[in-house]
């Protein structure tokens, strides 16, 4: 159906009411792009939350191989992944990437005060991504063995911000979804697999990662060969 748009004006409706006369393909590029290595890493909450946002992007898959003959290295601002395209704008470092996908989409809390918690929650959970390397890096057994024993005490605070927040029923901040409650899924998710029964004495944060697992565009993508088949960390198995 045509609609004038000199009706638009008349009647105070929006000019994007109206139809352009050289509308855009359906077919067109998706808008982001991702340039990262063939593992979840530091991606995956980025992907997580474009998925559940309905969105599409493309995949620029790094090679261990490619990534050590230097040029894209060097190309990158801080010479590491992932590098993010928005159209025209370039980023990098994946919280940074978060923050502005959480601004593009309303995904950063109602008011200033939510937002300034989901900043605490999403600094909390790079500490405990930075812990993590630990477990996969560090070869010596003790190393894992003790970063297993200190896990409870790191995921004990978002045990509690569940809790202050509707009896755990709801996100990680307010009633809605925000970034961090993506990048705490995939943490979460990961966790799982690195240290089974690690949420077992944390019955918030497990039916939390049940309550987001179940979303249904978040539940298809968990399920797709493209998340299933990418493995967490590296050349890693996990």
């Not at 010596?140 to 509690?160: G, I, S």
Request: proline share 8%; with cysteine.
């Amino acid at each position: 159906m045509f609609v004038d748009p000199l009706l638009c004006a008349f009647l105070g409706l929006p000019t994007w009411f109206a139809p352009s006369a050289n509308p855009e393909p359906l077919w067109r590029v998706p808008p982001y792009t991702i340039v990262y290595f063939p593992t979840r890493g530091r991606c995956e909450a980025l992907r997580m939350l474009l998925a559940d946002q309905d969105q599409s992007w493309k995949e620029e898959v790094v090679t261990k191989e490619s990534w050590l003959q230097g040029p894209l290295k060097a190309s990158c601002l801080y010479g590491q992944l992932p590098k993010f395209q928005d159209g025209d704008l370039t980023l990098y470092q994946s919280n940074a990437i978060l923050r502005h996908l959480g601004r593009s989409f309303g995904l950063y809390g109602t008011d200033e005060r939510e937002a300034a918690l989901v900043d605490m929650v999403n600094d909390g959970l790079e500490d405990l991504r930075r812990r993590c390397g630990h477990l996969i890096h560090h070869k010596r057994e003790e190393d894992k063995a003790q970063y297993v024993r200190e896990l409870p005490a790191h995921l004990k605070p978002f045990e509690t911000l569940l809790s202050q927040n509707q009896g755990g029923q709801a996100f990680i901040v307010g009633d809605q979804i925000s970034f961090a409650d993506y990048n705490l899924l995939d943490l979460l998710l990961n966790h799982q697999v690195l240290v089974p029964g690690c949420l077992d004495p944390f019955p918030l944060l497990s039916a939390y990662v049940a309550r987001l697992s179940a979303r249904p565009k978040l539940k298809a993508f968990l399920a797709s060969p493209e998340h299933v088949n990418r493995p967490i960390f590296g050349s890693r198995k996990i």
